[in-house]
């Protein structure tokens, strides 16, 4: 679209229409319908005589009565005026075939009569096209080059480009048209405010348009951020003045001017330059070369923009291509996105103009497509393409009464958003309530309160899942403001809301009441539009309330109140309220709502402290079968949770032995000699951080949950926990669990994928931890050090085992060892050995070993794992290697399960030896020395563990002093590894970094150790207050002392 909106147009000829056809001379222009009419508009005003007569002689012939009398009698006026035209227009380019200077001359003298019209009217075109031009052509060429994308012109737009278009003969591509376009565009809008400088008439009618659009967007997407698109920028002159529309009625965002013409769009990147200081950066300003018919090389995807702008492009496009342009504003439009319309208004160039002008401005290429333009319904090329027309209005009421005075039109056209979970969100306020007496009279409301009561002011903020959702409810009359979750599942569970918000008015009743504990459950009824509460013994005993909320349109949800007795008789009926959305801002995160809680100091306590260790004990003692169940519904190696809940209670009695002595603060010694000391002193306080983040993985999803929540509590932190998604049916027990066990919300749960986590980095919190695989991890790393978060990694990796030469006796251990690990995990541990280097002494014995273990697991070889897509990544690093795979590997494999198998001596270079295995499989490697296994560890990324099974001490030494690894073990399996919590337990290198699982490291690696000093008297610095040293002053006697001492 090149820049159809920046250059002179002849959008309603002045001259009187030619005698109808039917013998009647149409009413001239009234002075107020001359006002529409710009001074540009006469260059193609001129007497073009009386067509009508000419074109009725023509339709009268009897041959032409004969073939399409009918079809003629059927045309409407303007059906007709257009026919006529068209019917002129090759007459007319014949004519200037045969004289084309005549054609030139007339290009040159209407732009040179523009040019200067436009000097009188003090724009300085020449002068300003001058400057643009004194750049020199190189420059420019070079910008050009660099702004200039390659695609497929159009072939309705080749012809603008490549040929003449407007007063131009080489029409879009050329720098002649460029440079004059700024000056252009402001002549041509000029005369619609008459009263105001060119650039500010031609600003407020942007304004006008913009502000049209922005009302209806404020309907459906009342936030501040817009992405906007300027769809036919030109030079950019809609482009700033859009901008800065956008600025002025407090909008942020972004606006990008994409056109077909790379000239103009050059040019339109230097004014961004030359213009920067008239904004003030609030809505950020770029350019692109592009199609916008095809946006999506341009990078718009589908739903990504609030609102898009057309500014006088259709009239210099066929009919077929204006549709197609509206099919693609739907496209890249969000549910509820605008499109701001602006173009010449056909019925009044078809009340105002004759044919002759209408065929001139099509035979000399001004606007070769103008007849198709007259014939477009552009309201309905809107509708067709999905969008709804809000507004179809003008400019400047004020000077034009009626659409057919003024030259332009303003059509405004949404895209209509179904009612989807997405509508939930935001903040909801009470617009009104209906039939509420029964309602506050089933309360015990006094009649006296009944008008406050139905008034009360009542807001409310969603986001709505497919099986939950979070609301924060406010009714500040009654001081009432509650945050919760709650799942949308039918299943009951406890309700935060613990007597009726109506008590206020009964203060007995709500002494009474007041410590009730209600359950709830809650259910779709039209999914995703409607799900009804049920709450028993609600709101006294004996009673049961059901609350339906429903969407009842983008910006409207409606309240149905009924209440039912034992009898099934109803207390309550069809009491109503309507909530109107205010705002599609979604609630605070839960990260920002726990910074909040945070701030009241809630958490520093040590009472605080040990109640929240005793709560996440409790939930998993309680638990335990319901997490066991969960762990394998979701295929979690292993599912009984047993084992963990005995390391979880020795965590929490480890915890509270020590708790206090760890957060006291800790005295330090001196290190300053003496004659430099003054008397104070100094001590470290360790301090809660704030807010942590736990990002759990799929392999643990309770345990590792919970281990990290009592590092995070103890050391006085809330926190977030993040559940892994692959493990649905894990990730919502334990956000109903924390909800339970947390009522406070000291704690919370956000469940969801990446965009979750993604949310949470950047409100931001104040620690992460993150126990996954390594690439996930340099994502987290990435989102945190935008905002320097503290982060620890727990990554695991290819975790080695050196087996040396042994007796017979300690190879069966070890392989007892790590074929149990294998099949009791699926190999789906952090810890578990990813391959071992076996002595060449006793490598067949190891290996014979291993295969009559397999063996002996019988059906148990076959492992579970996690999910199909996993077992098929297990699968791809074994696919190559059947032929070493120790025992043979089995037939008829589950899609979903991976047999426990030995891969002898594989390529050292395969996927299977770079990779971390995180599955069943286990690769063995011939070495001829400790100190060859130990090279080969070296000569690789740094494991969580290492092991090391030696009878030979000096291999224990050489494993210790030569190897990196976040941790080692010398003859003893992975269990013994988490069984001190004396002891941190962490990564290094590719495997992490940072103590997060528990004990003292666990306290530490959550805490600020905050150095402070106290002076007993003022202790300046050398630069500042302190004299130098022996001088006296402000050292104080003593230290003078000892200085002499």
């Known amino acids: 679209m090149g820049n159809k909106s920046s250059r002179p147009q002849a959008s309603a000829a002045s001259a009187p229409m030619a005698p109808s056809p039917s013998g009647v001379r149409p009413t001239a222009p009234s002075p107020s319908d001359a006002l529409a009419q710009g001074q540009v508009q006469k260059a193609f005003a001129n007497d073009h005589g009386d067509w009508d007569s000419v074109f009725e002689s023509l339709s009268s012939h009897h041959y032409v009565q004969e073939k399409y009398g009918q079809m003629l009698e059927d045309l409407t006026d303007a059906e007709r005026k257009v026919l006529q035209a068209r019917t002129l227009v090759p007459l007319q380019a014949a004519a200037f075939a045969k004289k084309p200077a005549s054609l030139l001359a007339k290009r040159s003298g209407v732009l040179n009569g523009y040019r200067d019209f436009a000097e009188k009217q003090n724009i300085p075109w020449r002068t300003d096209a001058a400057q643009l031009e004194q750049r020199g052509v190189a420059v420019w060429e070079a910008e050009r080059a660099a702004k200039k994308r390659k695609l497929v012109m159009p072939p309705y737009y080749e012809a603008c480009y490549n040929g003449p278009i407007h007063s131009y003969n080489s029409g879009n591509g050329e720098w002649m048209a460029a440079f004059d376009a700024p000056s252009a565009y402001l002549l041509v809008h000029l005369h619609h405010y008459p009263e105001l400088s060119a650039q500010a008439a031609f600003d407020a009618l942007h304004e006008e348009l913009d502000r049209q659009a922005l009302e209806v967007l404020a309907e459906t997407s009342p936030a501040r951020f817009v992405r906007v698109l300027d769809i036919g920028c030109g030079v950019g002159t809609s482009t700033f003045s859009t901008a800065r529309s956008l600025e002025q009625l407090g909008r942020i965002g972004s606006i990008t001017g994409v056109d077909l013409s790379d000239y103009f769009i050059t040019v339109a990147e230097h004014l961004k330059q030359v213009r920067a200081g008239e904004f003030n950066g609030t809505v950020s300003i770029d ?131 179904a009612l989807s979970l997405d509508t939930w969100t935001g903040r909801w306020a009470l617009d009104r309530r209906e039939n509420w007496l029964p309602w506050l009279q089933c309360l015990g409301v006094p009649e006296s309160a009944h008008e406050v009561a139905t008034k009360a002011p009542d807001f409310h903020q969603y986001r709505v899942t497919e099986d939950g959702f979070y609301m924060d409810h406010q009714i500040p009359g009654q001081t009432l403001h509650l945050r919760f979750s709650s799942f949308i599942d039918g299943t009951w569970h406890e309700s935060p809301y613990k007597k009726p918000t109506t008590t206020q008015f009964d203060e007995e009743q709500k002494a009474k009441i007041a410590e009730n504990v209600t359950e709830w459950k809650h259910e779709w009824v039209a999914f995703p539009t409607c799900f009804e509460s049920t709450t028993k013994e609600f709101p006294f005993p004996g009673k049961t309330f059901v609350l339906r909320r429903e969407l009842i349109g983008l910006d409207t949800m409606k309240y149905s ?36 809680r945070f701030a009241t100091g809630i958490s520093r306590s040590l009472e605080w402290r040990q109640e929240a260790l005793s709560k996440i004990l409790a939930l998993a003692e309680e638990n335990m079968d319901a997490i066991s169940a969960a762990q394998a519904e979701d295929h979690v190696s292993p599912s009984a949770f047993m084992g963990a809940i005995m390391m979880m209670k020795s965590a929490v009695a480890f915890y509270k032995a020590n708790l206090s002595s760890w957060a006291a603060a800790q005295s330090k010694d001196e290190t300053l000699p003496p004659f430099l000391r003054t008397e104070g002193d100094w001590e470290v306080v360790p301090e809660p951080k704030g807010v942590g983040l736990v990002i759990a993985p799929w392999n643990a999803p309770v345990l590792l949950c919970l281990l990290p929540l009592m590092g995070m509590v103890a050391a006085g932190n809330l926190c977030v926990l993040k559940p892994s998604e692959t493990a649905k049916a ?44 390594g690439s996930i991890a340099k994502k987290i790393l990435a989102l945190a050090a935008k905002h320097i978060t503290p982060v620890s990694l727990e990554l695991g990796g290819k975790n080695p085992c050196f087996v040396d030469a042994s007796d017979a006796e300690n190879l069966a251990l070890y392989v007892a060892e790590i074929v149990g690990t294998k099949s009791y995990f699926g190999g789906q541990f952090c810890q578990a050995h990813d391959y071992c280097l076996v002595h060449e002494k006793v490598f067949d014995q190891f290996l014979e070993l291993l295969e009559e273990k397999i063996n002996a697991l019988g059906p148990r070889r076959s492992c579970q794992m996690i999910n199909a897509g996993h077992a098929q990544r297990i699968k791809a690093m074994l696919a190559g290697h059947e032929k070493i795979a120790r025992p043979p590997l089995p037939e008829g494999e589950a899609e979903d399960k991976v047999p426990v198998t030995v891969l002898v001596c594989p390529d050292l270079n395969s996927e299977l030896m770079k990779e971390e295995v995180f599955g069943p499989l286990l690769p063995i490697v011939k070495v001829a020395s400790a100190a060859e296994a130990i090279e080969f560890v070296k000569g690789r990324p740094k494991p969580l563990v290492a092991y090391c099974y030696s009878q030979d001490e000096a291999a224990w030494a050489a494993f210790r002093d030569a190897t990196s690894s976040g941790n080692l073990s010398i003859n003893a399996g992975p269990q013994r590894m988490q069984s001190n919590l004396n002891v941190g337990f962490g990564g290094v290198g ?13 306290f530490d690696d959550y805490s600020h150790h905050k150095a402070v000093f106290t002076g007993k008297k003022f202790a300046g610095s050398a630069w500042g207050a302190a004299p130098p040293p022996g001088k006296g002053g402000g050292k104080g006697k003593e230290t003078e002392d000892a200085a002499k001492k």
């Open 561 to 596: 109140v009924k209440v039912t007795s034992e009898d099934g008789s109803l207390a309550v009926e069809n009491s109503t309220a309507y909530y109107k959305k205010t705002s599609t801002e979604p609630p605070v995160s839960v990260a920002v709502e726990l910074k909040e």
């Open 287 to 417: 350019f692109m070369h592009g199609d916008g018919l095809d946006l999506a090389p341009c990078g718009f995807a589908d739903g990504t923009l609030e609102m898009v702008t057309v500014s006088e492009v259709t009239h210099e496009m066929p009919k077929k291509v204006s549709e197609q342009l509206f099919r693609e504003v739907a496209r890249v439009l969000a549910p509820g996105g605008v499109l701001a319309y602006l173009d010449i208004n056909q019925a009044q160039v078809l009340k105002d103009s004759s044919p002759g002008a209408i065929a001139e401005r099509i035979a000399t290429s001004n606007e070769p497509y103008f007849d198709q333009f007259l014939e477009l319904d552009t309201a309905a090329a809107m509708r067709a393409a999905g969008l709804e027309v809000v507004k179809d209005t003008w400019p400047n009421h004020k000077k034009y009464a009626t659409l057919e005075s003024s030259s332009l039109r303003i059509m405004v056209a949404r895209k209509n958003a």
């Open 990 to 1002: 590719d495997s992490g970094f940072g103590y997060s699982i528990w004990g003292r490291a666990a």
């Open 730 to 773: 894990t990730s919502r027990l334990i956000a109903k669990l924390i909800t339970k066990y947390f009522p406070g919300r000291e704690v919370l749960v956000a469940e969801g994928g990446p965009e979750v986590v993604v949310e949470l980095i950047n409100t931001p919190v104040d620690h992460i931890l993150f126990t996954g695989g």
